[in-house]
């Protein structure tokens, strides 16, 4: 089968250089948007852990440069974001730093580069480098929005590149709804102000997909492959390795989409990019550098045995599932697809796989897309995979769906005479419903399920990541507890150690800290509620409550326990 991947043979002609500046328009407004709209949302989870490892990262960096100075200062933080190893740990001694070599020791790498090995350190490091780039662009910023303006920058690049690639191939309105149904798909746009892993692997998933399909478009007759861009793909498969274990398996749909098309060049592409993306892996993971088959091993027996780490309870469809010792129904990713994409980009995105699977022998770039789409869904959906936190898992499905989204709108502009209209009303209610779930985009539903309180009412969790603790809930705490007084919460995620030395929480927090507690805080998260907070929400009236469109999602109660 031909190729033929470089251009649409339906696409109508457009002036690149008007594409060109229309797509610096999408990177300049997504970026405006993303950054008015990230002070809206309240720190997460993972977040306070990523701002713990990025100080650790921070710390090498700062001794690298100056040894000697680095370790006449050097005391060990008593108080840190980071979650201790489960093998402790000993800091290095100031005598242990204070020259170059030693910072290079495979002990002195451990404690500063604390990723890719035992849990809970799991995950490889590169969200945490691209979380260090606002140290350089924006360095007077506060910690946590200088940490979410590298994802934040990563996620409006991309949106830029996807409105150009498609609009180049398949019209401009398909490059419209593609960078709209990525901007303002919910998930993808709360995740993608977070300091944390899922944003920037969606991120790097997609712009692989981008530059294979530029690698092997034919800048000549002959056919040769752009070694450029190949370079890009093989770093692109690189990081993508260096921030998640799914990003592992992001080489495998390009294999199989090679072998389907009988695409020759590939077997070049793929040897060349394999080394590449093997020497950005271990560039990226000093902590690797002086083990690098150990330092695989353990990551991946980490990763692997999750279901004895951390075992984590979801609640889907009504039942609490014990993830990933049991599994969800294989079904379930169909069922979040449909639950949490507005309907208007799902409807395009199912047109979007029709035409790709119509056109298989013109056009196989569609064929490409919906191959990575169903294998994300597929992998989230095996046996003994994790399955909690909604969307989280698979965030990367839902990039290739916005790519999908537009090569639907593109087959709809093109063969329906009120196809403009319909693309527009399906970006407009994108547009809406992301707005509309401010500051809490995490816990958008569809209204085909009746939004979020329907979506309640089926058994699914209305929130998991605590970004509904917002900064109005915060300024009531530290409105309504008297001096002395302390605020307990039902998880302790080291976020919250963030809050209170920034003072955005004032109380005091730590639970063996002096004082009397006032309020216990509680999320909406059913699957992880313990008896002991169910109880508490059967018998008691909370004092505040975050809330939106009825279901609550944040409860604040005076303390229950006498304390």
Known sequence: MNPGISISPTAPAANPWRLRIAAAGVVASALALMLATEPKLAIVWDEGFTLGREERIRLWIRALRDPVAFAAAWKPPTLELVQPDSVPLTPPR?????????????????????FA??????HPPFYAILGLLGDVVVPSWAELPRARFGPIVAFSLLAG????????RYGVWAGAVAAG??????????????????????????????????????????????WGWVALFGVLCGWAADTKLTGW????????????????????????????????LYLFNPGWWSAPIGGIDRFLRSNLSRGKTIPIEVMFLGKIYRTPNESLPPWNTLVWTLFVTPVGLLTLAMVGVGRSLSK????????????????????????NTPGHDGVRLFLPAFGLLALLAGLGA????????LGRLLCGAALAEAVASTLLMLPVPLSYYSPIVGGLPGATKLGMEPTYYWDALTP?????????????????????????????????????????????????????????MRPVDREILARMRPAYVVEKFGVPLVWIFPDPFGN
């Open 360 to 383: 298989l022998k013109v056009d196989p770039f569609g064929l490409l897309v919906v191959g990575h789409w169903s294998f994300l869904m597929l992998l989230r959906a095996l046996p």
């Open 117 to 122: 090995r035992e849990e809970p350190h799991g």
């Open 181 to 226: 149904a990525w901007v303002f798909q919910p998930n993808l746009f709360g995740h993608a102000h977070y300091a944390a892993y899922d944003a920037p692997l969606t991120c790097l998933w997609v712009a692989a997909v981008l530059s294979f399909v530029k690698a092997l478009e034919p800048p000549t007759a002959n056919a040769r492959l752009r």
């Open 410 to 417: 593109g087959a709809v502009v093109e063969r329906v005479r």
């Open 161 to 168: 590149a996807i409105f150009l690639f498609l609009g180049r």
């Open 249 to 280: 398996f992001l080489p495998l749909p390009f294999l199989v989409w090679s072998l389907v098309v009988r695409e020759k060049r590939a077997v070049r592409l793929f040897l060349v990019a394999g080394v590449i993306a093997a020497a950005t």
């Open 472 to 528: 109005d809930a915060l300024e009531w705490l530290n409105r309504n507890t008297p001096p002395g007084g302390k605020v307990r919460f039902s998880t302790f995620p080291t976020s919250w150690l963030y809050l209170a030395r920034t003072k955005a929480l004032v109380p005091e927090i730590l639970p063996g800290a002096p004082g009397r507690t006032i309020w216990y805080v509680v999320q909406n998260r059913p699957g992880s």
């Open 94 to 114: 100031p005598d242990q730093v204070d020259t170059r070599a030693e910072l290079f020791e495979p002990r002195t790498l451990a404690y500063f580069w604390p």
